[in-house]
Every structure is written in structure tokens, then in C-alpha cells.
């Protein structure tokens, strides 16, 4: 999330250039069913109150716990006090470490009816992102405000040795007493920041700085420059910074390059993408591209995906500690490229456009559906090709900032599925297994958080964790939720995603999802071919049927009735309407064959 002040401001400023591209080419709510769907949908009209009860629209999730913020992460004088806003997750475990302006909290999920705080960093520098591998905490500070030793008294003096910008390294092996044992200061600081493990040394981590905000002075930091490119080529703008961390030693983590990902590869132009501005009239103005928000890696791919702020990038991240770009992409009605996500078999990659900043009401009725909303991509070949949008479908108020943000992917085995938070518009669960056509499956949302005005609230994150979906509210706490089946998704597809079990999630380092060998998962597959007509009804209930029977066996009995049952299912691939899906069934079967 970018400056809520200043989002709010720009909000403001760009309100009538706004209305006039709506008048001139918007794509309204196109058509009389939509417009009839919207109206009935229960998350329209809601009321709101942050010290009272806010109404609440639920649809196949169940809210299984919400905690409030905890004391010295809340101001009771002023509620929505942006220095103690909620921002990011990162999990571990059974902990859930959740980024506040004010630090960080670690909460205990154990038991997710009843989270308990079990630790509480109070270092106040920014959105506090938070990642976390192994015995260590990750966390970015960006703010100006930012001091060495986590004082709250913040940096008076334009130039400090004090001050500090960049990544805090913490020891975590003491959850109850986490100890500060690195800073890495940057350039720009840390908005965002990705980890990267090294491919070939398992005992170092690399990580991403993604800084937006503006260099600091090279009088306080050597090598800092805020000139721009044509004036420096030095300049801190147009660039990441990598930080190289040996795991045994993090006290000894240092900035080792600072890849100019932006650069032109004929001219060598450290400015190479786009420069900002709109694409013609009726277009979104889209923001230069000298920063990533954020960059997502999926190292068993090899590979990133960044959301530049005027483009969507490609990165090859065989040698971590220098990505090179290989493709990029820009969109006429994306306003800032903010976060991406690829699906598991990185076919598809997701980018969101935070348009306002995160800050300001963008899913009104008026508003286009393409704008603040989700690019879907292909990548096929390396290349990024434009396949559809996904936007919120539930009009939200002008007391409401809304738009697309953070989220991540539920491992439902044969389709693509996403959780997503958009602020005040609540939480999204939807399916983009086709992207050009991606479909609401669930959702949750508040009222307002006030009634009257505008006021920054609303998930800033909502993320799948080991059968959970997580959500960091920014003004009112932590919420837990589980799926519930619907004519969307089957209890054997959600029990399917819920056999995935991991031992960190941290949402910028996207890890490859395998089934374990289940039942569910085979089902999961039938009752997916049942919902697309892939077989023929009697068929599959055949195939249920021979699933139950060999569940009932043992040993050698089930090895041979699983057997049977896989290659009959080859024998129906050759026939079925969704052939892939058949065959994803047979090796299921066969992996339970295994057992």
C-alpha cells in the first residue's frame, strides 16, 4: 500500500479527470442482470460502526474466530490512528506474524477458535511487512520516522545516524523476547520485501528490497542519490537492492547488488519501461516504472513476477542475487501494478492494480470494472498474454477505499482458486481456473468502518494457511475462516485443499503445491468432472462407487482394487470430454495405490 495520506490527496485531485473518462468510454455494470445481481447481493447496504457491531454479509465461509487488535498495537483515543494499523501476514507453524504500523504482533493459532498474542514488537518505521524463514524475522521499514533501536520517538533531524530505512533482522527463537540482530539500510527503504532462497546453498537466503519511497540523502547514506536517471546514472531510482543473508551468521546480511530490472536492453537506458502517464483518452493514468511494489517469487520455477507500478514483469531468478527481466507488460487501465501471484503451475499469474493507493473508494457502482481491479494473465512460453479481469461484483460506498489487494492461492486440486482481500470491500474467494471468464465462489464483508466519512479499514491481507483463511483487518483485528461446501466447491474439494499442509506461508515466496496421497483428492477430481459434464453420470457414479469400495479394503486388496481403478480411468481419459481431469483422477488413484 502506498501513502494513505497521499492517496486520499490524490483521490481528491483526480476526482473530476476521473468522472470525465467515465463519461467519455466507461464500462459501466454492462448489463440489466448484473446491475439486478449487484442489488441483491447482501453486501450492498450494510451498515458500518468501528465501537459497535458493523452488519455482516457472509456466503459459503464460516467466521470461526475474530480477536481485536491488542493494546500497544491500538490508540483508544482515536480509532482509526493510522500509526497503529494492522498491514501484512507471514506464518509459521502455528503462529501467524501480523506487520502494524506501530511493529509486529505473533499470534498463536493453535487453537484458530481462540488466537493468543505471544509476542508484541513494538518498532514503529512503516507497514512493517513481515517475512519470516527458519529462526528468523524479516521485517521492512520505509517510514522516515524509523530509528535503529525501535525507539517511538522517531528521527527529528533531516540527517541521522539514528534513522534507519531498510530490513530489520530479528532472532525468533525466543518468541517472547524476538532479538534484533541485523539492519540493512537502503536507499529507499522497504516498503515490500521477497525472500529467495539460493538454489545451490541451502545455507543462504536472499532478499528483494522493493523501496517507494523517496532516496534518502547521500550525506546520511553513501551512495544514495535522488537525482533523476538522465542527470545520475547512479541514480537509487529504476532499481531493487538484493541483501545476501548466510542463515548462521544474520548479523552479517549486506546488499550485494542492485539490479536495474527496468533497464532497456537495446540502449541500456536504466529508464527502459513505461514513463508514466495515461495510454489516450478514456485511459487510466499509470505511474512510472522506477520501483516494484511487490516482486513474487516461485523458485521451483524459477522464476518472479513483479509488480512494477506502470508494468508487470517477468524476472529470471536462476542466480538470485541477479534477476534479469525477460518480459513485460503494461495495461491501459491499470493505474499502479501492486502485487502478483502465479497459479501453482505458473500457467497463469494474477497482478493487481491498486488504483487510489489503497486509500480511496474505487469500487463504487460508477467505477469501470477493469480499473482497481485484476489483470489475468497466461504465461505461456515465458510471454505474458492478457486474458481477462476480476473485480469485486459487489458495489461498495463512498465511505468505503476499496480496491484490489493482497491475497493468495487455496490448493483445490484441477483448478485455479484465489483469496483476496479488497480492504473495505471484504474478503473474495474466487476461481479464475479459466481466466477469461473468473467467477465469485465466496466472500465476507463488513459496513464501513465509519459511517459518515471516509476512514482508511478493510482486510489489508487475506491469505490460506493449512486449512484456514487468515485475514488482517486494519482497523479492527484478526479474522479466521474456514470454507463451507456450496454448488461452487465440494466438501472432498475443500477437505482436498485442507490435506496440504505446510511449515511457513510467506506470501511473496510462492512454493509449489503437492497432494498428498487422498481420497479427498480423487473425489475432488470426480466431483469436478461431475460439475463440467467430463463423464457421463453414470459413470462416475460407478467410479464413486469402486472409490468406496477400495477405501473399505486394505493392504494388498485396496493396492489391487486402486490399480483396477486407475486404468480404467486411462480407458475413460480417451473418451472424456475433460481427458486432463480424467488423468489427473488415475494418478491420484495410483499415487493411494502407493500409499
Known amino acids: 500500500m502506498r501513502s494513505t495520506a497521499a492517496a486520499l490527496a490524490s483521490f481528491v485531485r483526480s476526482t473530476p479527470t476521473l468522472l470525465r473518462a467515465l463519461l467519455f ?3 459501466f455494470f454492462s448489463s440489466a442482470a448484473e446491475v439486478a445481481a449487484q442489488a441483491a447481493d447482501p453486501r450492498v447496504g450494510l451498515t458500518g460502526g468501528h465501537f459497535v457491531a458493523a452488519d455482516e454479509a457472509i456466503r459459503n465461509l464460516e467466521k470461526v474466530s475474530f480477536t481485536t487488535r491488542p493494546a500497544r498495537f491500538f490508540n483508544p483515543g482515536d ?5 497503529f494499523a494492522n498491514t501484512d501476514l507471514a506464518f509459521s507453524g502455528n503462529r501467524v506474524f501480523m506487520g ?14 481462540k488466537p493468543t498474542l505471544t ?3 513494538v518498532c514503529p518505521g512503516g507497514q512493517a511487512d513481515v517475512s519470516v524463514y527458519n529462526n528468523l524475522l524479516f521485517v521492512s521499514v520505509e517510514e522516515t520516522r524509523g530509528r535503529l533501536d525501535c525507539g517511538t520517538q522517531g528521527v527529528r533531524d533531516t540527517v541521522s545516524n539514528e534513522r534507519f530505512r531498510g530490513v530489520r533482522i530479528f532472532d525468533i527463537r525466543d518468541i517472547a523476547a524476538p532479538k534484533q540482530v541485523a539492519t540493512v539500510q537502503s536507499c529507499r527503504g522497504s516498503h515490500t520485501h521477497t525472500l529467495v532462497p539460493d538454489p545451490r ?20 547514506l553513501a551512495g544514495c542519490s535522488s537525482r533523476p536517471s538522465i542527470e545520475d546514472p547512479n541514480t537509487s531510482y ?5 541483501i545476501r543473508v548466510p542463515l548462521a551468521s544474520p548479523q552479517d546480511a549486506r546488499i550485494v547488488s542492485t539490479p536495474r530490472i527496468f533497464a532497456d536492453p537495446v540502449t541500456g537506458a536504466i529508464a527502459g519501461l513505461w514513463k508514466g502517464g495515461t495510454h489516450g483518452e478514456g485511459t487510466q493514468s499509470t505511474a512510472q516504472t522506477n520501483m516494484c511494489h511487490d516482486i513474487t517469487v516461485y523458485p521451483e520455477m524459477g522464476l518472479a513476477a513483479g509488480a512494477c507500478s506502470g508494468n508487470g514483469i517477468i524476472l529470471d531468478i536462476s542466480d538470485p542475487a541477479n534477476p534479469k527481466r525477460t518480459h513485460e507488460v503494461t495495461d491501459p487501465n491499470f493505474a499502479y501494478w501492486h502485487s502478483a501471484t502465479f497459479s501453482n503451475d505458473a500457467r497463469k499469474v494474477i497482478f493487481t492494480d491498486e488504483w487510489g493507493g489503497g486509500g480511496a473508494p ?6 469501470r470494472k477493469e480499473w482497481g481491479a485484476n489483470a489475468l494473465f497466461n504465461l505461456v512460453g515465458g510471454r505474458l498474454s492478457l486474458a481477462g479481469y476480476y473485480k469485486l461484483p459487489a458495489p461498495q460506498t463512498a465511505q468505503e477505499n476499496c480496491v484490489a489487494h493482497n491475497g493468495s492461492i487455496i490448493p483445490v486440486p484441477g483448478r485455479d482458486i484465489m483469496v483476496q482481500a479488497w480492504y473495505q470491500g471484504g474478503i473474495s474467494v474466487f476461481d479464475f481456473t479459466d481466466p477469461s471468464r473468473p467467477v465469485e465462489i465466496a466472500f465476507f464483508d463488513r459496513g464501513p468502518i465509519d459511517r459518515d466519512r471516509l476512514q482508511l479499514g478493510g482486510y489489508w491481507s487475506a491469505y490460506w494457511y493449512n486449512g484456514m483463511i487468515v485475514g488482517s483487518e486494519i482497523g479492527r483485528g484478526l479474522d479466521i475462516f474456514a470454507l463451507k461446501p456450496s454448488e461452487f466447491l465440494s466438501q472432498n474439494e475443500i477437505d482436498a485443499a485442507k490435506s496440504v499442509r505446510v511449515d511457513r506461508f510467506n506470501p511473496q515466496l510462492q512454493t509449489r503445491t503437492e497432494w498428498p496421497a487422498s481420497f479427498a483428492v480423487a473425489r475432488a477430481y470426480l466431483d469436478q468432472l461431475g460439475r463440467n459434464n467430463g463423464l457421463a453420470s453414470a459413470r462416475s457414479a460407478a467410479i464413486a462407487a469402486d472409490i468406496r469400495s477400495a477405501e473399505s479394503l486394505n493392504g494388498a486388496a485396496r493396492r489391487s482394487a486402486l490399480n483396477r481403478l486407475a486404468s480404467a480411468l486411462d480407458r475413460d481419459a480417451r473418451s472424456s470430454s475433460d481427458a486432463a481431469r480424467v488423468r489427473a483422477m488415475a494418478a491420484a488413484v495410483r499415487q493411494l495405490a502407493r500409499g
Open 119 to 121: 509476542s508484541g514488537i
Open 238 to 242: 529504476f532499481r531493487i537492492e538484493v
Open 362 to 367: 474505487r469500487c463504487q457502482a460508477s467505477d
Open 201 to 220: 546453498d541451502p545455507g543462504v537466503i536472499y532478499v528483494y528490497i522493493a523501496g517507494t519511497s523517496t532516496p534518502r540523502s547521500e550525506s546520511e
Open 25 to 27: 468510454g466507461a464500462a
Open 79 to 83: 480509532a482509526n490512528d493510522f500509526g
Open 100 to 113: 502494524n504500523y506501530s511493529g509486529i504482533q505473533v499470534w498463536d493459532i493453535s487453537d484458530p477458535t
